[in-house]
């Protein structure tokens, strides 16, 4: 970006890049929108101060797009502690997400969002441009005001706390197969197969928002998930006797997921699996609020 360029024009270039950004920061992609507009306002205001000069856009929209972006992970930490059952991050459709949004992948599926929500907001912002947009440490540190060592320990913390292998190649959409198997299953109302698919240990986090019925809390162990969804398919039959239960499979933030239909509304699950093969975590998304930008 030449020093001619102005504020605007440096904005509507950078804008799917901080897009991205911002919704792997807040896991909304409405409020990632609100962030970027804030930045674009921000911009103009700077470009108006005669008195001070932008060396480079591309930096300066990054670094307030970060600082927005943290303060506003804050802000909604005391919102989501409020909602109604569990909180899991909104599902884009992949191919709606413009290339400079999409990066290369990293950090964009539901099951990481959803796992950077117990990461401190500058914590989660340096794991995000640095393993999704390749920023160094010292550029991290000019951003969040830490220095180089303080931000590679921030991240070194981080990718343990995922659980992220730092020398893994980026994930893509995986154990598509498994998901493949579970769809059929649901379909033909195998319970017991669901079941035989399922770790010990699984956990199923439910999001309905407290708009549609759905389990108030997560649920552990491959018995309590068996009963919920014999619930779901029991129910499904008495609503529509012909069809309880249809599912299939979109890309959804970059990796593959599960469209459960049933009593007349969509769901969206995707799922995690052990080294095995088995089922170790489902996240269910049934608020209608948070599935507007899929096409179901």
Not at 54 to 72: F, H, I, N
Not at 203 to 215: C, F, H, I, P
Request: charge should be negative; proline fraction near 5%; charged fraction near 25%.
């Amino acid at each position: 970006m030449t020093l001619g360029v102005s504020a605007t024009v440096a904005w509507q270039s950078e804008r799917n890049r901080l897009l991205g950004i911002a919704y792997r920061m807040l896991g909304d992609f409405g409020h990632a929108e609100d962030v970027v507009s804030e930045v674009a306002i921000d911009a103009v205001r700077q470009e108006r101060q005669a008195e001070v000069t932008v060396d480079s856009w591309p930096a300066w929209l990054t670094t307030v797009c970060v600082r927005r972006s943290v303060d506003r992970v804050r802000q909604l930490a005391a919102v989501r502690e409020e909602y109604t059952g569990p909180w899991l991050p909104e599902p884009v459709d992949t191919s709606s997400l413009p290339e400079e949004t999409v990066a290369n992948r990293e950090l964009l599926s539901l099951t990481l969002l959803h796992l950077a929500e117990q990461l401190a907001p500058e914590a989660r912002a340096a794991l995000v441009l640095h393993r999704a947009f390749g920023m160094s440490a010292p550029e991290i540190g000019d951003i969040l005001e830490k220095t180089p060592a303080a931000v590679r320990q921030l991240i070194s913390r981080a990718e343990r706390r995922l659980e992220i292998d730092p020398e893994a190649p980026v994930p893509r959409a995986k154990d598509r197969a498994a998901l493949e198997k579970l769809v059929n299953a649901i379909e033909q109302g195998q319970i017991q197969t669901v079941v035989a698919m399922l770790d010990r240990d699984a956990v199923l986090w439910a999001d309905g928002g407290g708009t549609v019925k759905s389990a108030m809390n997560p649920l552990f162990g491959a018995v309590r998930i068996a009963r919920f969804f014999t619930g779901i398919l029991g129910k499904a039959a008495v609503f529509d006797p012909m069809q309880p239960v249809s599912a299939h499979i979109i890309e959804v933030n970059g990796g593959a997921a599960l469209v459960l239909r049933h009593h007349g509304r969509s769901d969206i699950m995707v799922i995690n699996t052990c080294p095995d093969g088995s089922i170790r975590e489902l996240r269910q998304l049934s608020n209608p609020d948070k599935l507007t930008r899929l096409s179901l």
